[in-house]
């Protein structure tokens, strides 16, 4: 049909006072909707708050097949109020097209969708286009204080947002975006965009996407700022996927963005995801985030089914972490949903999958249990931690950085390669907690102490502890390798530099805390060297008698040959 431009096209079946509070239009089948509102003042329009079909509070469309909705240019869109979509409803079985462009919404109001609801009724598609727009102080008092996307079953829902600035929005959940479906594709593309202060409530400060049965997910978020957002579940994002199909598939990025101040979720600062069968990714790159907290995980919480196998990626690559806290895991938290006891494990994350973190800078974060990360048992049994600088985070019980945890009599494996902890500190037991690791590996570690050691090993199957090289700044009296309970440990290279308050000589030094397992083997060939270039020079010798199950390095005065050169110990501590 023609263009609609502000009259019904056909007599509605019920007063416009019930719904279309503006305009209200229904297409017969076979036909095309097409309603354009452009440089328009849309104010203080509204349709039955009471009634089961109060929909739209300026406009109803309503189409038997097809539909294209356009509204640019209308620069005061206010006040509008409705039970389903304060400002548009719109209802299609088969596609639904809408782009807005330069658009000021503020201050509209619907029990779903304070601007928009839309409703794909059949395996249709919805593709949806904003840019340019403005969000001020909608609401939706049971979701989507701005746009609400639903589909019933098959097809595919899509929303792009560019240049949005979103501030004060609130709803139940999805303080500004709801996306729901029973088995649809979702789509969410966020770039260059403003969100301030936004409410959800229960689930998703900004974005609530959710599909209860099978289904794709995709989210990116790039170039946008994110600041004082909230919900109890994901102050920016919550992500939920109930689905027992291995083809379904979750895809979460955010990348380049500013995620600052005071966003916060009991469940994931930014990020809940609560993820399903099949593949599950998420992706944090060069994103710098500050001040965020949340009760699990001050950045990101991911829950899993223990029901269903599925895979699961994470990763965190060249990101600024500042700053940001959480009762447990101050960047990162993983564990099942629901939270149950591992008495019984039942094994349902894949062997493929892994938690990768890769060139972070992160400072100053802190939490009860992992002051960066804690990841729980039946989580990814690969962690892999490479070329990061943790600086100044801390723990008032394990973990001042990672709590990792992997199930009893699994396959987990830990890997360090080329990382920096600098000062970490507070009641932890440890820079590092590790528990039930069959292989934990250390490879080019510098490691400057404040009050608690590098590592605490844990648990009945730990296996082998392998430190290929190790630089100490600073070395201070207190354990460096704390209390380890393995069954093997291999230790290659030392690079130790004697904190300026200590004695030159002679002076006995821990090195290790006590082994509550099987003895620890002499170790052979372990290269002992001094960073601290002097005058005279001090050689390090190893030694290896056990003083009470600790394991020391005694500093002589015996001069080295070089003060460069390798000082190698056999296994009575003699130099030679």
């Not at 447990?328 to 973190?357: C, K, R, V």
Request: aromatic share 8%.
């Amino acid at each position: 049909s023609a263009p609609v431009a502000s009259s019904p096209t056909s007599t509605p079946s019920s007063p416009p006072t019930t719904y279309g509070g503006g305009l209200a239009t229904e297409c017969p089948a076979a036909s095309q909707q097409s309603v354009a509102f452009t440089n328009n003042i849309l104010t203080n329009n509204s349709a039955s708050m009471m009634a089961s079909n109060g929909n739209g509070g300026f406009a109803y469309i309503k189409a038997a097949s097809n539909a294209t909705l356009t509204m640019a240019h209308n620069h005061d869109v206010s006040s509008n109020k409705a039970r389903n979509g304060g400002v548009l409803y719109l209802e299609v079985p088969n596609l639904l097209v809408v782009n807005m462009t330069d658009n000021h919404f503020k201050s509209n109001q619907a029990d779903e969708g304070g601007v928009l609801t839309m409703i794909v009724t059949n395996d249709g598609e919805a593709n949806v286009d904003v840019s340019d727009c403005i969000f001020e102080a909608n609401q939706g008092v049971n979701m989507a204080g701005g746009l609400s996307l639903a589909g019933k079953v098959g097809g595919t829902l899509f929303l792009s947002l560019h240049n949005v600035t979103a501030w004060d929005n609130a709803a139940g959940k999805g303080g500004l975006v709801c996306m729901y479906a029973d088995a649809m594709n979702q789509t969410l593309l966020v770039d260059a965009s403003n969100f301030t202060k936004n409410d959800g409530n229960s689930s998703g400060g900004v974005f609530f996407m959710y599909v209860n049965n099978d289904g794709a997910q995709t989210v990116h978020l790039t170039s946008s700022s994110f600041t004082s957002n909230i919900a109890y579940l994901g102050g920016v994002l919550h992500v939920q996927r109930y689905s027992g199909e291995p083809n379904s598939a979750t895809s979460i990025t955010l990348f380049d963005n500013l995620l600052d101040l005071q966003n916060s979720g009991a469940n994931g600062g930014i990020l809940m995801l609560e993820a399903g069968a099949g593949s599950n990714q998420v992706l944090f790159e060069s994103n710098v985030a500050n001040g965020n907290r949340g009760d699990f995980g001050g950045i990101c919480h991911v829950t899993f089914s223990n029901f269903a196998e599925q895979t699961h990626n994470i990763s965190f690559h060249r990101n600024q972490f500042y700053n940001n806290s959480a009762n447990n895991g101050g960047i990162f938290y993983a564990t099942t949903f629901p939270m149950i006891t591992y008495t019984i494990p039942i094994h349902m994350i894949t062997a493929d999958s892994q938690l990768e973190w890769i060139g972070n800078n992160c400072a100053s974060n802190t939490a009860q249990i992992g002051g960066v990360v804690v990841a729980f048992a039946e989580y990814v049994p690969h962690v892999i931690s490479e070329d990061n600088v943790y600086v100044d985070n801390s723990a008032t019980q394990f973990g001042a950085v990672m709590n990792v945890s992997f199930v009893e009599g699994s396959n987990g494996a830990a890997e360090f390669r080329g990382d920096q902890f600098i000062t970490n500190s507070g009641s932890a037991s440890s820079v590092l907690l590790v528990e039930n690791a069959v292989s934990l590996f250390l490879d080019q570690i510098v490691f400057q102490p404040h009050q608690i050691p590098l590592l605490n090993v844990q648990g009945a199957s730990a296996g082998n502890v392998n430190i290929s090289s190790l630089i100490v700044h600073q070395y201070d009296p207190t354990v460096v390798i704390g209390n380890v309970s393995t069954d093997s440990m291999t230790f290659n290279s030392l690079d130790l530099e004697r904190a300026d308050h200590l004695p030159v000589f002679p002076a006995r030094l821990p090195l290790f805390g006590y082994a509550t397992t099987t003895p620890l083997l002499p170790f052979t060939s372990t290269v002992l060297r001094n960073l601290n270039v002097t005058t005279t020079g001090q050689c390090y010798s190893q030694v290896h008698d056990r003083n009470g199950a600790e394991y020391t390095i005694l500093i002589t005065g015996v001069p080295c040959p070089s003060i460069m050169d390798r000082v190698y110990a056999n296994t009575t501590g003699v130099v030679e």
